[in-house]
């Protein structure tokens, strides 16, 4: 063995040895809780309580399906490591049960760990509370403070109280981006970037140090957009005079210091607030609306949401029906192969797309997207097993969420319908392609290559070597090869000539709205409103049909795991005010939005480095 591969192997030897023993550290961790958890419950049955306030308390990201390994997720929990998530579907679902519910006399909405989520999520969240209210029982929001995704939530409350010491920050919508290329060439690596369309600048931070003004135009649209229907949104719920959350954004400092610096005046003064309380005080307040705690004198009846759907399983288990619209989700950035959730695995999701074709219950299909793309082949991958499904005769609709822009519009267009929020951030007809060498790294350290090879294309896609002539042409190519693929399929798809489709492609970002109008989407609404179209196409209108969601098939760790999850955030949260926990500081932030932007970069696997992909996603 030589020397250079005897160092990889003990240095790959020791990474795996220390990593399996990580491993071992974490299960007995996480059995050892477990054990703890489990003797608490012994014996216990979850029941909802006869008259109690329904605690909502997102944590975390909003998100559409939970990423990783549940296994992993639930390591996380017990070292208070990674970032929580909180699916969107189980928060509508507790919301719509317990407008019903005569047990349930109130929501109680604690935004205080909510660290995030895009507008269309919130929106969908935002539904589900009007939903809510419209059964004659109020929700009333708490917080220590509110983030501007936290407000638009907690407008949709009747009641909304803040601490003293708390702030409504309402900042508006920002696009910006890190840009690499004075960096890269410190570090004398060449980046080949191949790509067509005038508006795809998913590259431009590693062939620039700024925006560029094709660039800017683009995003000016879209974030506008957004920053309109936040605004339309949440002076609607909360009854506040059009342009005033644009003004309270814009006058933020002066009306700060118009009140001696007082922030959480300034929110009530602004009719954004409705009242200032302690946490006692609101702890006092909530029990005389939701009622005194059988268990805790000192705290008002209540129960999470994630307890009170655990609860629900308890009373009533579903037979599984024997018509089912399934709903496949397609989250995260889309990557060559297998890959765990919240990323979308080619093959991964191919897989859960046949399951729902061959499945004999499944009238029809919903894929929701919530994707920025990534991998062509990938995406293609996905878009083949699609037409399968289709040939079936199984009606096929897609749902897009926050972002279904370049794969994740691809993976879209072999639908009968495509539904999109009025804020979906959706297009992005382009492709790029981007190879990277070192050949003047290695110069530098003083590390020369020669020699030669039997073709003029022998050695040219050698990383260690300048891109040759023949190797650039082939990508650049492939590129416009791609790009000629994606618009025809755009046109067929939509029924649209293909020089029409080209004035909207170029790599251009459009908002669901615009989209809708300009003929790339259908119809504008949520999921739940894509899941009753499929059940019409496929004829069970008025039937009883259930809703069937195809996950990965999890081992019997995951699925302990996932179970520990929910139990153990239902205990931790238990009922009344919480009591702050772990939330994002503002270094938090700043270090996640650069860490997101990296990890998008990494993600790149395509086997032949093209891509469908926007970096097009507010952080």
């Known amino acids: 063995m030589s020397k250079p591969n005897f160092i990889t192997a003990v240095f790959r030897f020791l990474w795996r040895s220390l990593d399996a023993f990580r491993k071992i550290i974490h299960l007995l961790l996480m059995l050892f809780v477990a054990l703890l958890l489990l003797a608490g419950l012994a014996g216990e049955k979850v029941t909802v309580p006869d008259s109690a306030a329904l605690y909502l308390a997102p944590s975390g990201r909003l998100v559409e399906q939970f990423s990783g390994d549940p296994f992993d997720r639930a390591v996380a929990e017990v070292v208070d490591e990674g970032e929580p998530e909180t699916l969107v579907r189980n928060l509508v679902q507790a919301l719509d049960k317990a407008a019903a519910d005569r047990r349930i006399n109130s929501v109680v909405l604690d935004l205080n760990g909510m660290s995030g989520g ?92 700024d ?24 002076e609607s ?19 700060l210091q118009e009140l001696g610096g007082d922030a959480a005046q300034l929110a009530v003064a602004s009719g954004l607030v409705d009242g200032l309380m302690g946490r006692q005080e609101m702890r006092d307040y909530l029990i005389g609306k939701a009622g005194r705690s059988r268990r805790d004198s000192g705290n008002y009846s209540s129960i999470d949401h994630l307890t009170y759907l655990h609860a ?40 859960q797309i046949r399951q729902a074709t061959d499945d004999d219950h499944v009238d029809a299909v919903v894929l929701q997207v919530d994707s920025p793309g990534g991998s062509m082949f990938a995406s293609e991958i996905v878009f083949e097993q699609l ?39 959706t297009g992005s007809i382009g492709v790029f392609g981007v190879v990277l060498t070192i050949q003047k790294t290695l110069e530098k350290v003083g590390i020369n290559v020669d020699g030669f090879g039997t073709t003029r294309l022998a050695g040219q896609l050698r990383g260690d070597r300048d891109l040759g002539p023949e190797a650039r042409q082939y990508f650049q190519s492939s590129v416009e090869e791609a790009y000629r693929v994606f618009v025809g399929k755009v046109a067929g798809s939509r029924d649209m000539p293909e020089d029409r489709v080209r004035n909207l492609a170029e790599g251009r970002v459009w908002i669901g709205s615009d989209a809708h109008d300009l003929g790339l989407v259908d119809e504008i609404g949520g999921v739940s409103d894509a899941i009753e179209s499929a059940a019409r196409l496929a004829g069970l209108e008025g039937s009883d049909y259930g809703i069937k969601y195809i996950e990965p098939e999890l081992t019997v760790a995951q699925r302990l795991a996932m179970q520990f999850i929910i139990k153990a955030r239902g205990l931790a949260r238990g009922a009344g005010i919480a009591a702050g926990g772990r939330r994002d500081s503002l270094v938090d932030r700043m270090v996640r939005s650069f ?25």
């Open 118 to 209: 895009d507008l269309p999520k919130l929106q969908v969240i935002g539904e589900a509370l009007d939903r809510f209210r419209e059964s004659g029982k109020p929700v009333i929001a708490v917080g220590d403070g509110f983030t501007q995704q936290q407000y638009y939530l907690a407008a949709h409350a009747d009641e909304i109280y803040m601490h003293e010491f708390g702030v409504v920050y309402i900042d508006g919508y920002a696009y910006y981006r890190t840009f690499f290329k004075s960096a890269l060439d410190k570090l004398y690596l060449d980046l080949n970037v191949f790509r067509v369309g005038e508006f795809k600048s998913a590259v431009e931070p590693l062939i620039r140090d």
């Open 211 to 234: 925006m560029s003004e094709a660039d800017e135009k683009a995003a000016r649209r879209w974030i506008e957009s957004l920053w309109a229907a936040y605004q339309r949104d949440v």
């Open 237 to 255: 719920a909360r009854e506040l005079e059009p342009g005033s959350i644009g003004q309270y954004a814009d006058r933020f400092v002066d009306g």
């Open 312 to 351: 629900l399983s308890f009373e009533s288990v579903e037979a599984e029906r024997p018509s089912n619209v399934a709903v496949v989700v397609a989250s995260g950035t889309i990557v060559d192969g297998e890959a765990p959730p919240g990323t979308v695995g080619g093959d991964s999701l191919a897989e």
């Open 387 to 425: 037409q399968t499904l289709k040939k079936t005769g199984k009606p096929l609709v897609v749902s897009m969420s926050g972002v279904a822009a370049s794969g994740g519009y691809y993976i879209s267009m072999p639908a009968d319908e495509i539904w999109a929020s009025d804020s979906t951030i």
């Open 595 to 619: 860490r997101n932007e990296i990890s998008d970069l990494a993600a790149l696997n395509d086997p032949r480095s093209l891509y469908f992909h926007c970096f097009c996603e507010l952080q």
